[in-house]
């Protein structure tokens, strides 16, 4: 081969070799995104969409203003950090003391299923991984048996469990169920506010849940199971300023 066809083919071979990095270069690329990817799900709920968070917690701007989470006067003779759930009138209170407290719009459980009581958190768990109770799949045998935790998650960003009950105050993926009658029993709150409590709570939080009926006879029922000499101050009087 002469000189000169040898300097041609030598072009020729790296014109070839280049084409050949240009056009493998998006495969690659994608290769190493889709990788990426899989890792990223390879790893827990919470893990994996805490790192995503401020796109999982868009709440709806149409949620009234009375469900916003506020300050506002409540007068309880609970100590400070209790949480009451006020069920008829969808709300949930974080006593703060010095009779105040902090409101959050609820959802609550829909008729036939709301219940009432005292409890305690027992377990908290971000981005928490679904797995209905057996109580719920004999009611609706079509629902998946396990959905990892993220933004399609029912239980939202945040679940407080509830000990000896199979409840949960937990975000939503919802938000517009937020001051209505909707749930299986357990308490439903916006995604931002799930992770504001959440953050207020600890194990062992005690959780007064109020019976859906007249609020007043709510709390006199209430204050039987607490004893007649508590009853006077146990409860609440709200004052929204």
Same mark, same amino acid.
């Given at each position: 081969? #002469? @000189? ?5 083919? +030598? ?11 240009? !056009?493998?270069? &998006? ?8 990788? #990426? ?6 790893? #827990?709920?919470?893990?994996? !969409? =805490? ?7 868009? =709440?709806?701007? %149409?949620? &009234? ?20 759930? %006020? ?12 009779? @105040?407290?902090? $409101? ?5 459980? +829909? =008729? ?6 005292? @409890? ?9 991984? !679904?797995?209905?109770?057996?109580? *719920?799949?004999? +009611? ?13 998650? &029912?239980?939202?960003?945040?679940? *407080? ?27 439903? *709150? ?8 959440? /953050?207020?709570?600890?194990? /062992?939080? @005690?959780?007064?849940?109020? &019976? *859906?009926? =007249? ?5 006199? +029922?209430?204050?039987?199971? $607490? ?11 709200? $004052?929204?300023?």
């Amino acid at each position: 081969m #002469s @000189k000169a066809n040898q300097t041609a083919h +030598r072009s020729g071979v790296v014109l070839l070799l280049a084409s050949v990095a240009l !056009w493998a270069t &998006p495969a690659q690329s994608q290769t190493t995104v889709t990788v #990426s990817n899989a890792n990223v799900g390879s790893i #827990s709920g919470q893990a994996a !969409w =805490d790192r995503t968070s401020s796109d999982a917690i868009q =709440d709806s701007a %149409d949620i &009234p203003g009375r469900l916003r989470r506020q300050v506002v006067e409540y007068a309880t003779a609970e100590v400070p950090g209790t949480v009451i759930v %006020d069920t008829p009138n969808t709300y949930l209170y974080f006593v703060l003391g010095g009779g @105040k407290a902090i $409101r959050y719009g609820i959802g609550v459980g +829909r =008729d036939g299923f709301t219940w009432s009581g005292i @409890k305690e958190i027992e377990r908290k768990s971000e981005w928490p991984d !679904w797995i209905p109770p057996s109580e *719920m799949l004999l +009611r609706q045998p079509y629902l998946p048996r396990f959905m990892a935790g993220g933004p399609g998650n &029912p239980l939202g960003a945040r679940a *407080m469990y509830l000990g000896g009950t199979v409840y949960r105050i937990h975000g939503t993926n919802q938000p517009a169920t937020i001051g209505k009658q909707v749930s299986s029993g357990c308490i439903r *709150m916006l995604n931002a506010d799930v992770i504001d409590l959440y /953050g207020r709570t600890r194990i /062992g939080t @005690k959780v007064v849940v109020l &019976p *859906m009926q =007249d609020i007043h006879i709510a709390h006199a +029922r209430l204050a039987s199971v $607490r004893g007649a000499s508590t009853q006077a101050a146990a409860f609440p009087t709200v $004052r929204i300023y």
